[in-house]
């Protein structure tokens, strides 16, 4: 049988992809853009078209399909988004489903992760819900634009600490358990860095691996949201959602490390220098 990977052109799913292709995994990968997926996977594992908003490709997606990786698409804002889908599961008997949901959500039941991982759980799909820190992909992605044009870090972070991960580490820590389901039926795993860093630490790490000198620039709320949504042109929604995390993030949210990653594989993390040194070209 096979595992249906969703979002699998996005930061997670790719990796979950590889790993689980790794594993010798016979992999679904699923997302939109079919053309996106067959340039990242070429003729690796198998590619679907598959839109949540859409229930007439989800038959087609579980066809011979017995586990699920499951993400939300940021721009599908309400949890009920993904309820259909999670129906469809049910129905169709899946044995594992692992979740990719947020650290802390589950004593914070704003962020829409909260009410679909209690959705799978009432579903009695036997779950694994995934729960990572802040991805050091965020500072190579949508934060890498600062950095490289001005030198600096624009993110209304104040002095908070953050648990970075690599999305990468995500990734095989999913993969293991969709490919032990019954190892890890009805678990939650919090997936962390192996530090928690603030980001004059992130300036300073980015400065010595770029030799530039790229400061910390410790914007307010106010000023972040204007500049990102004027002069970024990023959507507003998604702009005040990234405000609303960086709040939670100053009232100590993204800091805690766990050993949940190395419980998992048996490896450390990837460190936040590591990160940049392999992504150098993100920042230059
Ligand atoms: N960034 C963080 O620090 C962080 C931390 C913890 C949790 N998270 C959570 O991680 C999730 C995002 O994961 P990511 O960063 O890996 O994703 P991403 O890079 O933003 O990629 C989004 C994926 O969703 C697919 N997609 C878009 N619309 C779709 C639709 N209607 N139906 C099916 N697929 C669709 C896209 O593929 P196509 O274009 O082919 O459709 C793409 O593969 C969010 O729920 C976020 O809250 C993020």
Known sequence: MKVLVTGASGNVGRYVTEELANMGEQVVAA???????????????DTITFDFTNKGTFTNALENVDRVFLMRPPHLGKPEDLYPFIDAMKAHKIKLVSFLSLMGVEKN???????????????????????????MQNVSGVHSVEIKEKNQIFIPAGNSKTSFIDAEDIGLSVATLLHNPEKYKNTAHTITGSEALD??????????????????????????????????????????????????????????????????????????????????????
């Open 31 to 45: 997302g939109t853009n079919p053309k996106k997926l067959s340039e990242l996977f070429e003729d690796k594992v």
């Open 109 to 135: 039941t704003i962020p829409p992760h909260h009410k679909i991982e209690k959705y799978i759980e009432a579903s009695g799909i036997p779950y694994a819900h995934i729960r990572p820190g802040f991805f």
């Open 199 to 284: 980001y004059y630490q992130v300036a300073e790490i980015l400065s010595k691996v770029t030799e530039k000198h790229i400061t910390y620039a410790k914007p307010g709320y106010l000023k972040y949201r204007r500049y990102y949504i004027n002069n970024r042109g990023l959507d507003k929604a998604y702009v005040n959602v990234t405000v609303a995390l960086y709040f939670m993030t100053r009232m100590g949210t993204a800091k805690d490390v766990t050993d949940d990653f190395f419980k998992l594989t048996g490896r450390q993390p990837r460190t936040f220098e590591e990160f940049a040194i392999a992504n150098v070209n993100c920042f230059n």
